[in-house]
């Protein structure tokens, strides 16, 4: 292996800011799901059932987010900070149509996309009018995720921290009174958390406009909101769409397992819908450990320090299964208390535990995906993770889940989910261990420093 000098990035100074922007997000999540429990099991499986539509959404956000991540990372790298320049750019007008695309699925498609996932009949007049209410915030996201992706890639983790505290801090603090009610008016009820999001995700826009001018000299003309340079966003979707389709194969997959849940009654789609906030919060040291990753290997990379990249990647894995097997055991044992905060129903908190301890597996199986398939990306190794996981995806997740859901219930499902985990990250884990990514990290080197 022909690496150069073994250079150690500080991982920490850019994955702590990272872990403080997923705990908010998260927190907001988590308040949401608490302030719809108070209506009903029927608000908060609807609410759950949204997230889960606006995060297979996401995906299409994602392409770019990734893309230009890691490409402004590889350039940065390289010294080559007019391409960085032009990528960010590119990311801003591709933005502008993703959005608009994420938000006619919404307007456009709800009943139908409710009818395809099973929705009770309860849930269906609640998750209907909401879905659409969340349009117009999806166009804000779409600029909010691949703006932020740009100042990370610059390393500006902290101040990216500090926009998201404004960000989320602000979605909770509308989000109460606009669900609850203040005084004698009663408030929205569940679209009072999409009126909050939109004026939290107006307020994001705005900061990171500013961000962008302050600590990168970077200030959008009216074309770039909308034009796409093709010889700039090339580069974005050769990394972001092999990447994306991966996602979306999995979204596809889970959308069956929750398809599976939902047919199952309320009570288990609110469970479902407890349990998997509860793990946002024990994935999210990996999920940051996985950021900061891919943006210093991608650095990495494009610096040509390819030891360091490799010995930081096998340091990250180390650290994400601690982490992630401890807070596991941690929500299993804490669940009796945990549940109380969404639901007195004794069957619901008994089943939310069961679930926890099977997410023990779930998690660290799910460490070596979070952390392994973005630093793979970062090297330009992107196709692997893709071909590597559609087969345990449709099979194991997508069939698994369904087959096993019939039979044994929430368990079964979730089960379904470890597997699927261990499967793929094993495959990753591989692929990293027996350098398969080293001529990729070559080639990308060598793109980055041609003259352009």
């Known amino acids: 292996m022909a690496f150069r000098a073994n250079k150690r990035p500080r991982l920490n100074s850019v994955a702590v800011p990272i872990v403080g922007e997923f705990l908010l997000g998260m927190t907001v999540a988590m308040g949401g799901l608490w302030l719809s429990s108070q209506t009903s099991d029927a608000a908060a499986g609807s609410f759950g059932l949204a997230i889960q539509i606006s995060e297979s959404l996401y995906v ?31 990311g801003l007008g591709a933005s502008t149509w993703v959005g608009l695309l994420a938000a006619a699925c919404v307007l456009l498609g709800n009943n139908l996309i409710l009818d395809v996932l099973n929705a009770p009949d309860e849930v269906v007049p609640i998750a209907a009018p909401y879905l659409q209410l969340l349009a117009p915030a999806l166009v804000l996201e779409a600029y909010n995720l691949t703006m932020a992706s740009i100042l990370r890639a610059h ?13 989320h801090g602000s979605h909770l603090l509308l989000a109460i009174p606009l669900m609850l009610g203040v005084g004698d008016w009663d408030g929205f009820g569940l679209p009072g958390y999409a009126y909050a999001l939109l004026a939290s995700r107006a307020l994001g826009l ?15 003309q009216p074309r770039d909101w909308w034009a796409v340079p093709w010889r700039t966003l090339v580069p974005v979707l050769r990394i972001g769409l092999p990447g994306a389709a991966m996602e979306m194969v999995y979204r596809i997959c889970f959308m069956v397992s929750l398809a599976t849940t939902a047919k199952l009654g309320v009570a288990a789609l ?29 650095r990495l990379v494009g610096g040509g320090d390819l030891r360091a990249a490799h010995q930081l990647v ?17 929500a299993a044992l804490a669940a009796p208390w945990l549940m109380r905060a969404f639901t007195r129903d004794p069957a619901i908190i008994h089943a939310a535990q069961t ?4 997410s023990f597996a779930l998690e660290t199986g799910r460490v070596f995906n979070l952390i392994i398939n973005g630093a793979l990306r970062a090297t330009g190794d992107s196709i692997f993770p893709v071909a590597a996981a559609v087969a345990s995806l449709i099979l194991v997740l997508g069939v698994g889940s369904y087959y096993l859901g019939r ?26 261990s027996w350098l398969g990514w080293l001529p990729y990290a070559r080639d990308t080197q060598r793109r980055v420093r041609a003259p352009r």
């Open 60 to 90: 299409l956000f994602r392409v770019l987010a990734i893309g230009v991540g890691v490409c402004t990372t590889q350039a940065l790298g390289g010294n080559q900070h007019e391409v960085a320049r032009r990528t960010a750019l590119v």
């Open 314 to 330: 096998r340091k990250g894995v180390r650290n994400g299964l601690l982490a992630s097997g401890s807070l596991a055991i941690i």
């Open 407 to 432: 039979k044994f219930g929430l368990p079964g499902i979730f089960v379904a989910y470890a597997a699927d985990e261990w499967i793929r990250g094993l495959l990753l884990m591989a692929r990293w």
């Open 270 to 298: 609110a469970t479902h819908s407890y349990t998997l906030q509860t793990l946002k919060y024990v994935l999210i040291v990996s999920m940051s450990i996985g950021w900061a990753c891919e943006i210093m290997v991608g």
């Open 355 to 358: 679930l926890l301890w099977i």
């Open 206 to 220: 705005g900061l990171h406009l500013w961000l962008w001018r302050r600590l990168m000299n970077l200030g959008p």
């Open 155 to 167: 390393l500006h983790a902290r101040q990216s921290l500090l926009l998201m505290v404004a960000m």
